[in-house]
């Protein structure tokens, strides 16, 4: 894969020169001297359904999906789906219950809904902890992982390109975000269509290479069909509570998926979080109206149910072509089996043309979620910070030269810290990275938002205990409750890491971290008035839907049941 050739080279400039042009065509469009916050920020209202969905997908799925998800799917095999598969059904209740408060409220950003329910005090922490973050987690693995996939596709093989592709990587991105909410919305629809359609021809290049090696042709379907056979274990959503007895490669898979015991709350604690109280992703949706971002989430779901045709299913089969005595060299990073090479070990089998197209796949993956993310971090400290506490009188032209100036200074923090991976990202894994960090506030997050939208009587004091407790519960469980309490308790069920430490399922931890958090609010503002001054009416048929969306909706429901029932 190292070497592109002509017509390889050919296909990815294509791609960068169109998505720029279209981009700036975007951006030039609308002939007008000064753009307004809304106008910047949120698009001004004019992104369309289908807008709205490709570009959720398209800021989601980045190369820690990519890498991340195809190494997960060597390992674990078809059950890492469930991040996606639930993330469908998440994306509904957003749709259905979430944006209609949202909208109601007239919000630009998540700090201004907690302003609004809670209090000034509480927006701004969280807007402080949002932004370090996203700067500090989510655009450096983003920019980080990106470039390491690259360097590994077209690189030189001694990691000299790293550097080089790490700063194209955040020109491109700055070229698209300093355009503005608009320019990036619509360019994520070139983004996620160029990023599936790579994706599924990788996929397929897959199954053929699996069809190949069992003697059964150039058929995909013979392919898929022998991934079954071949790997059988690698196609169940559940898995067992380990036995005394079973190998630590299967412990290790049930602390990453502990089974049915995740679906009991850290599955939806993780997925409302990032789904539904993100500015990353409900941006896409603030600007428009409610039937618009209704289809457009609803659409984004049914693109979820696709998704690990993309970026499980290539390590699937990278895992059934390698224990046949194939990819040998390239599964392995100094000499050891690296189940993260999976997804660049099939790409090295691309033919040419479908060479260039993988790398724009993944470039447009990687782009589309810096330019997300970039945005996002721009509107938090513009809206909530600056204009809120520096800067009161700044008029609309001052805000948006603000905002891209905020842009500008995330990305070159986000390459100081990634230029020699300061923060260790490699150490812990790009995946690992972002899961353990934002996991840690998941469940103070998604008690604060829910019980605020949903019980009248949720003060700002239990608001801001609910935030703290989330994080304590969260380290309690993840880091310490084996030591203090033994591995097996009423609450959870400990095993050994590959350290040999005793740990609780991640997925575990945050459901009880929830769980706990909420009884704690609702005990706290008990002892409150009835009713909190702040609280939100919901007025009868608010989330009523229409007949259209009820059939997508019911559309999601039944796809995401058959293949659980499929394989369960």
């Not at 890498?67 to 059904?89: D, K, P, R």
């Not at 994306?91 to 907690?114: E, G, H």
């Not at 949720?458 to 084996?482: C, H, I, Q, R, Y």
Request: charged fraction near 10%; aromatic fraction near 14%.
């Amino acid at each position: 894969m190292n070497s592109l050739n002509a017509l390889d080279l050919a296909v990815f400039l294509f791609y960068l020169v169109g998505v720029s042009c279209y981009g700036y065509y975007i951006y030039r469009r609308k002939q007008t001297t000064q753009l307004s916050t809304k106008d910047y920020f949120l698009a001004e209202g004019s992104l369309t359904w289908w807008a709205i969905g490709a570009s959720m997908i398209a800021s989601n799925i980045s190369a820690e999906q990519f890498i991340g998800a195809s190494g997960a799917g060597f390992t674990q095999g078809l059950a890492v789906a469930a991040y996606e598969w639930i993330a469908a059904l998440v994306l509904v209740f957003v749709a259905v219950f979430f944006m209609p408060i949202y909208l109601r409220q007239k919000i630009y950003t998540m700090p201004q809904f907690l302003e609004q329910r809670y209090n000034a005090t509480l927006s701004l922490i969280m807007s402080i902890f949002w932004l370090f973050l996203y700067v500090l987690v989510n655009l450096t693995v983003i920019l980080y992982l990106g470039a390491l996939a690259i360097n590994n596709l077209v690189g030189s093989p001694d990691g000299s390109s790293f550097h080089l592709i790490l700063i194209g990587l955040a020109v491109f991105a700055l070229f698209i975000t300093l355009g503005g909410m608009k320019v990036v919305g619509y360019t994520d629809v070139v983004q996620v269509t160029v990023l599936l359609l790579g994706g599924l021809a990788t996929s397929y290049l897959a199954l053929v290479l699996v069809s190949q090696k069992f003697g059964l042709g150039n058929s995909a379907v013979a392919g898929f069909q022998q991934l079954l056979h071949s790997a059988d274990d690698h196609f169940h959503m559940i898995f067992a509570k380990p036995a005394p007895d079973s190998s630590q490669a299967y412990v290790s898979k049930y602390l990453a998926l502990p089974g049915l015991a995740m679906y009991a709350g850290g599955q939806w604690v993780a997925n409302l979080n990032y789904w539904g109280c993100n500015q990353y992703i409900t941006q896409r949706a603030l600007g428009a109206d409610l039937n618009t971002a209704r289809t457009g989430i609803l659409f984004a779901a049914l693109l979820k149910l696709i998704m690990p045709l993309v970026v499980v299913l290539p390590g699937i089969a990278a895992y059934v072509l390698h224990q046949q005595g194939a990819l040998q060299q390239e599964m392995s990073a100094g000499g050891s089996l690296n189940p993260d090479n999976a997804y660049s070990a099939i790409l090295t089998f691309l033919p040419n043309g479908l060479k260039g197209l993988s790398l724009a796949a993944l470039t447009a993956a990687i782009v589309a979620s810096l330019a997300g993310k970039a945005n996002s971090i721009s509107t938090i400290f513009t809206l909530d910070i600056y204009k809120r506490y520096l800067d009161k009188e700044a008029d609309e032209r001052k805000l948006v030269r603000v905002g891209r100036l905020t842009i500008v200074l995330a990305m070159m923090l986000a390459i100081a810290f990634t230029w020699k991976d300061l923060l260790g990202i490699s150490g812990a894994g790009g995946f690992t990275y972002v899961q353990k960090y934002t996991g840690y506030i998941s469940p103070g997050i998604v008690a604060v938002f829910l019980l605020g939208m949903f019980w009248k009587r949720t003060t700002a004091t239990a608001a801001v205990l609910g935030v703290l407790a989330g994080f304590g519960f969260s380290l309690l469980f993840n880091d310490f409750a084996p030591r203090l309490f033994g591995p097996e308790t009423l609450l959870y069920s400990a095993f050994p890491n590959a350290n040999g430490v005793y740990e609780v399922p991640f997925l575990v931890s945050m459901g009880w971290s929830f769980f706990l958090t909420l009884v704690l609010m609702v005990a706290v503002s008990l002892a409150g008035p009835a009713i909190n001054p702040n609280a939100i009416s919901l007025p009868t048929g608010l989330f009523r839907t229409t007949p259209k969306q009820q059939a997508l909706i019911v559309l999601i429901v039944l796809l995401i049941s058959a293949l659980y029932i499929k394989f369960w």
